[in-house]
């Protein structure tokens, strides 16, 4: 089945540790996005990436760092600069470089805890 | 920037009542709009979307007019069941840039 793949599904590390979560498409999308949603937050873009090799910085990309090395793959790392990085995050892909529809399909999410 | 803004929640309802979840946003030019689902322990699914002025989405009973004059998208539903309980997410699609923002979310609740 098509889709996208977050891992892990849960993570615990200690503070001043930096942390990498997974996402991966197969659905051949263009472009994939990371969001952190918060209690009472709603959901805030961190990055995204529209093509192979290029991504841009969304509203709260401080802390956080992306690599955009194969179509299927947008991983996404916690830095140790991130203040507050006890979240819940979700990956995201959409179909059409330049064809932006705006419909997104979601992985399950990550729930990251910092001790 | 472009933002969007929903009523806040909990919005608690009894099944078969009426629903109303607002959604008003600003946007420098003509944006797609969505309302997305998020079901628990889910991740978040798109419910339905309008693409320009005047349109209306519609998925599951569920429906939404694109409003330019009033910069509106709210969300109606003519009889909630319980299984509808879930967080709801305006969101806008700006064409320019391919950002696309939610908002804070509206969590419902259905009793039965």
């Known amino acids: 089945d098509g889709g996208i793949t977050q891992s892990p599904k849960y993570l615990f590390r200690k503070e001043g540790q930096n942390v990498t979560l997974s996402c991966e498409q197969n659905?051949?999308?263009?472009?994939m996005y990371w969001y952190r949603q918060d209690p009472g937050q709603g959901l805030r873009l961190i990055y995204y990436s529209q093509i192979v090799n290029d991504f841009q910085k969304g509203d709260i990309a401080e802390g956080y760092s992306v690599s955009r090395e194969k179509k299927e793959s947008f991983p996404l790392t916690v830095t140790s600069a991130q203040k507050n990085p006890t979240a819940f995050y979700l990956c995201?892909?959409?179909?059409?470089?330049?064809?932006?529809?705006?419909?997104?399909?979601f992985g399950e999410g990550s729930r990251l805890t910092v001790l | 920037g472009n933002s969007v803004t929903q009523m806040e929640g909990p919005v608690t309802l009894s099944e078969e009542a009426f629903l109303t979840i607002n959604c008003t946003y600003t946007?420098?030019?003509?944006?797609?709009l969505f309302w997305y689902v998020q079901y628990p322990g889910e991740g978040l699914q798109l419910l339905l979307k309008a693409t320009k002025a005047d349109d209306k989405g519609s998925n599951k009973g569920f429906e939404a007019t694109y409003r330019k004059e009033t910069t509106s998208f709210h969300l109606e539903k003519g009889s909630v069941q319980v299984s509808d309980s879930a967080v709801y997410f305006c969101?806008?699609?700006?064409?320019?840039?391919?950002?696309?923002?939610f908002g804070k979310g509206t969590r419902l609740h259905i009793l039965p």
């Open positions: 969101a806008l699609s700006d064409r320019k840039d391919d950002k696309i923002i």
């Open positions: 995201a892909s959409r179909v059409g470089q330049g064809i932006n529809t705006g419909e997104l399909f």
């Open positions: 659905l051949n999308h263009d472009a």
């Open positions: 946007a420098t030019g003509y944006p797609s």
